[in-house]
């Protein structure tokens, strides 16, 4: 069992920037391959960036590449999603997700609780 916790969204203005931050408390993530979802108003769930385990391979969809990074800080163990130059369309709930055996976050197992993320003038 994995408990994941996620965090660091707030409201910010359109063109600001927020960094999420994904912790297993003091299990190393370091092994798992880490995804970030989100959820925006009246909408599904999709997928907007992934780290393969130990950060070999990231991913995004298209509506955040160039804008979002995700990284891994070793020295705190998390998984961080740094976004910028954000959109009023980015809004919604963040989550991050893991697994262990999948590699491209298709399907990952364990869930954060998420964290909302709101861009408004």
């Known amino acids: 069992q994995l408990a994941l916790v996620d965090s660091g969204g707030g409201l910010v203005q359109p063109g600001g920037s927020l960094r999420l931050s994904c912790t297993a408390g003091?299990?190393?993530?370091?092994?798992?391959?880490i995804g970030w979802f989100r959820q925006a108003p009246g909408k599904e769930r999709e997928g907007i960036s992934c780290?393969?385990?130990?950060?070999?391979?990231?991913t995004y969809a298209d509506s955040v590449k160039g804008r979002f990074t995700i990284t891994r800080d070793n020295a705190k163990d998390t998984v961080d999603l740094i976004m910028n130059s954000l959109k009023p369309e980015d809004t919604g709930i963040y989550y991050c997700?893991?697994?262990?055996?999948?590699?491209?976050?298709?399907?990952?197992?364990?869930w954060g609780r998420g964290t909302q993320v709101t861009v408004s003038s």
């Open positions: 997700a893991a697994d262990l055996y999948d590699t491209d976050c298709s399907d990952p197992i364990y």
């Open positions: 003091e299990v190393s993530l370091d092994f798992y391959a």
């Open positions: 780290s393969s385990q130990k950060g070999g391979r990231t």
